[in-house]
């Protein structure tokens, strides 16, 4: 049984279109996490979520958005794709919100905006 | 400069061989993971610590409050090991992990 799920695995578009990644987790954590991975390898936090406080790195274009159906999922939308945002994302979840807690990851979304 | 730097960047060594990736940071910290991202992309968890040491199989990891310092050991090493290694921290005020550049370690047979 996967622990953290994401969809697509792969995701190609053009500049400008709108899209959204998938993430579901079935450990019933109270907390999950957006990631992007650039292309030299440097995690970055985007978003963390519970269902008591939205935390967004300051530096995410506000583009993008975490919208969370329920506590086992959290999807990312990005409005208006520009090449720059070319990156694998992450998603992760843990038990309580922060970095005081062991995360699971997802596989990952490889996103290449041409 | 980063708050979390990794060393070295890069390395390879033997199978068998005793290894050790490092970490320093610049912060006051309230905890610090070391995470595994295997060559086809997944990131797995091997430890999360904020005193002393844990030790999981062949993986140990240290970490040394005082020098804001971190280090991570592979003893007997395989080619199965290879994979890029990354710490991250969770400083005193951030909600969030902020996260080193990784080491790209190889383990040849």
Redesign the interface.
């Known amino acids: 049984d996967t622990a953290v799920s994401q969809t697509p695995k792969y995701l190609v578009t053009q500049m400008g279109n709108d899209k959204s990644i998938k993430c579901e987790q079935n450990l019933g954590h109270d907390t999950m996490y957006w990631y992007k991975q650039d292309s030299k390898k440097f995690l970055k936090i985007m978003f963390s979520y519970n269902n008591k406080e939205l935390i967004i790195n300051e530096t995410v274009p506000n583009r993008f958005s975490p919208k969370s159906p329920d506590k086992a999922h959290l999807n990312l939308h990005i409005n208006s794709l520009e090449l720059g945002d070319s990156a694998v994302y992450f998603c992760a979840s843990s038990q309580d919100v922060g970095g005081s807690e062991t995360q699971y990851f997802g596989p990952g979304t490889r996103l290449l905006v041409l | 400069k980063n708050e979390v730097e990794q060393s070295p960047q890069n390395l390879t060594a033997q199978e068998g061989e005793f290894i050790t990736i490092n970490c320093s940071y610049s912060v006051g910290i309230?905890?610090l993971?070391w995470?595994q991202?295997h060559p086809g992309?997944?990131?797995?968890?091997l430890f999360?610590l904020?005193s002393g040491k844990k030790k999981h199989g062949r993986l140990i990891a240290t970490i040394n409050i005082q020098e804001k310092h971190s280090s991570l050991h592979i003893t007997a090493s395989h080619p199965r090991d290879s994979a890029?290694y990354?710490c991250?921290?969770?400083s005193g005020s951030a909600?969030?992990?902020?996260?080193g550049?990784?080491t790209q370690l190889t383990v040849l047979p």
């Open positions: 309230s905890a993971h995470l991202q992309g997944g990131i797995v968890s999360m904020s890029v990354i991250a921290v969770l909600r969030q992990l902020t996260f550049s990784g």
